[in-house]
């Protein structure tokens, strides 16, 4: 109980100093509902999540900065989606189909995260690392995606772009929050190849973040090392077809 109110506390702290912020840029914000349904949706993701501290450092090697990288995305995307709103001056926005859609997509985010956190239990780590007793899960959503945290992080944070008609920043985030979660996951999948048995073929019939088809549904580390052994066959085809012609060149000489 103590850890939550931490986080809640954190969360809300965070957000108090945003919101005299807009006040003082522009106080009609305070008074549409999108924003406040953000607020609250936010403070509970950073309820549910496990604690972290925005300015630590990487607590592992394999991190590579992954972690911060991840947090400060969300962050100044959210931060941009704010001066979005405040830059278009909106004094109203209508609740319709696109903000109860909006909201349906953070709250459904949300909770494909936490579902896939409490699936992981302890083996659910800030920092990439590889515990000594880790096993592979592929119960719930991991049956079809191998990072489905990093899927609901991404429903979520981009949705709450939409829900505040921030469309430019929707899209800005989409685009960023890519990028982090998977270079995160190219560091996370290098590991666990090495840690787990059976990952690689699991790789091999998950998605990454969304369900794909079997013939995509690898790692660009799986496939590098494929185009690498196929290169490799290639070689060696060649340095047979041309030791066969010296072959052939050989006994016609003789």
């Known amino acids: 109980m103590t850890g939550m109110l931490r986080k809640a506390l954190q969360a809300l702290g965070i957000w108090a100093m945003v919101l005299l912020v ?11 509902p999108q924003l406040w349904m953000v607020v609250s949706l936010s403070v509970l993701a950073n309820i549910l999540q496990p604690a972290y501290r925005p300015f630590e450092g990487s607590r592992t090697s394999e991190d590579r900065g992954t972690a911060a990288q991840s947090l400060w995305t969300v962050y100044l995307t959210q931060a941009a989606a704010l001066l979005e709103l405040v830059w278009r001056r909106r ?17 459904g985010g949300l909770a494909l995260r936490t579902w896939a956190v409490a699936l992981l239990g ?44 921030s469309w430019l920043v929707a899209l800005l ?21 090495k840690a787990l048995p059976g ?8 998605g990454t973040l969304f369900r794909e088809s079997p013939s995509r549904a690898t790692s660009p580390a799986v496939r590098e090392q494929r185009s690498l052994s196929k290169r490799r066959g290639l070689r060696a085809g060649k340095r047979r077809s041309e030791c066969s012609g010296c072959n052939v060149a050989f006994r016609l000489q003789f």
């Not at 004094?91 to 319709?96: S, Y």
């Open 91 to 107: 004094v109203a926005i209508p609740l319709d189909l696109t903000t109860w859609a909006a909201l349906a997509a953070m709250v």
């Open 122 to 165: 302890p083996w659910f780590t800030w920092n990439v690392t590889v515990q000594m007793d880790q096993q592979l899960v592929t119960r719930g959503p991991y049956r079809f995606i191998r990072h489905p945290g990093y899927t609901g992080a991404l429903i979520m944070f981009v949705a709450s772009c939409v829900l505040l008609r």
């Open 173 to 193: 985030a989409a685009l960023t929050l890519v990028q982090a979660f998977r270079r995160r996951i190219g560091y996370e999948e290098a590991l666990l190849v």
């Open 22 to 32: 807009m006040a003082a840029i522009w106080p009609p914000a305070l008074h549409l």
């Open 199 to 206: 990952y690689q073929a699991y790789m091999a019939r998950t």
